[in-house]
């Protein structure tokens, strides 16, 4: 059978049987996988290696007639170490993995592959606060699932403008114009527009008052 | 009943270990993640006992890779380590449904008696 390349991020291990190891990784080619880690027994079965958990690894796997294919080799190409110097990033990152696990039951497309890979970058970068990181992932989430918000009109279809105050209606995901009480200002849709537009969150970072905005917007993320 | 002890100070380590072999336990020593998925490997322990902070992987990332053992999923894990619990009030739900985390000992304020009275205890809850 042929064997085949590629760069791959695991998103789950499971033991099956006295020697063997199912892996669940996705891959920015062949979208998600499940492979079967034969002979990997538990000792050999490092925490370090081309099967460890944030990372990204270069595997060679050939693919089954059923569901699972066979893992032929594993190279790691980069360990994010950091993330696991930290007790709430390491908590984090196995959260937004299993939520991106979750997400991709079906086809993924490979953006999520990039999307699970700029995270990493974000929870290995230590001075990049969690609650960004959490945020924009969910944002990400959405976008690539075709739920970003309207942050270009209104509910009445008029431009959005950086004089008017507005509140969020969930139901049909658009701004509406509260003049009087409304919570989100200019710079509340600005900041939302820099984070569906795909930015990282180190890009982020730089946002002025990202501190007060970001608390500020996350009901509306929270929400959906 | 046997004991894994994850604990990153040898000295410490060999502390705990002594006064839970004294009271008539069998331990397994480990100061890594690492060693102690081979130790568990060894010998599937009754409870662990496990200090957050260790080098190269963190608790977490050990509990992570021990539940993803079906063997391994009902093993009660004592924390004892000097992670304080208060600092951490946001995971500890986390810690406690995902990852069975039965207590959470804080090493400054827990002495050995603590320790061996949480091990005890939990021994017993299994027994």
């Known amino acids: 059978m042929k064997q085949l390349v590629t760069t791959a991020i ?23 996988l499940r492979l079967l880690a034969k002979g990997v027994r538990r000792v050999k079965s490092k925490l370090a290696g081309g099967i460890e958990l944030f990372s990204v690894s270069t595997i060679t796997f050939v693919k089954g007639r059923g569901e699972i294919g066979t893992l032929v080799s594993t190279r790691l190409n980069k360990h994010y170490a950091h993330i696991v110097e930290d007790l709430q990033r390491t908590m984090l990152g196995y959260e937004l993995i299993k939520q991106l696990n979750k997400v991709t039951e079906d086809e993924p497309e490979p953006e999520y592959f990039e999307l699970l890979h700029q995270t990493f970058e974000a929870l290995d970068e230590l001075t990049i606060p969690l609650p960004l990181i959490r945020f924009w992932f ?5 976008r690539l699932g075709g739920h970003t918000p309207n942050l ?3 509910e009445q279809d008029r431009k959005l403008v950086a004089d008017q105050l507005y509140d969020f209606d969930f139901e049909r995901m658009t701004f509406v114009a509260n003049p009087l009480s409304g919570r989100f200002t200019a710079n509340h849709i600005k900041f939302l527009r820099l ?4 930015n990282t969150p180190k890009a982020l970072m730089q946002v ?6 970001l608390p500020e917007c996350a009901p509306l993320l929270d929400h959906a | 009943m046997h004991v894994l002890v994850i604990e990153p100070d040898r000295l410490l380590g060999k502390t705990y270990v002594e006064a839970l072999k004294a009271v008539g336990y069998s331990v397994a020593y480990a100061p890594t993640a690492q060693a102690a998925i081979v130790a568990a490997d060894e010998k599937t322990p009754d409870v662990v006992v496990l200090e957050m902070l260790l080098p190269t992987h963190n608790g977490i990332a050990f509990l992570q890779e021990f539940r993803s053992y079906q063997d391994w999923q009902a093993v009660p894990v004592i924390l004892h380590t000097f992670v304080a619990p ?10 406690r449904e995902q990852y069975g985390v039965v207590s959470w000992l804080y ?3 827990a002495q050995l008696r603590h320790l061996l009275s949480a091990v005890k205890q939990q021994l017993q809850v299994e027994a």
């Open chain 1, 152 to 154: 270009q009109t209104d």
């Open chain 1, 208 to 213: 002025q008052g990202v501190g007060q905005l």
């Open chain 1, 138 to 142: 969910i944002a990400q989430i959405q």
């Open chain 1, 10 to 32: 695991i998103l789950s291990r499971t033991d099956y049987g006295e020697a063997d190891r199912i892996l669940t990784v996705l891959t920015p080619e062949y979208g998600k």
């Open chain 2, 107 to 109: 090493k400054p304020q």
């Open chain 1, 195 to 198: 984070v569906f537009a795909g």
């Open chain 2, 86 to 95: 208060h600092t951490y009030q946001d995971i500890q739900p986390i810690l």
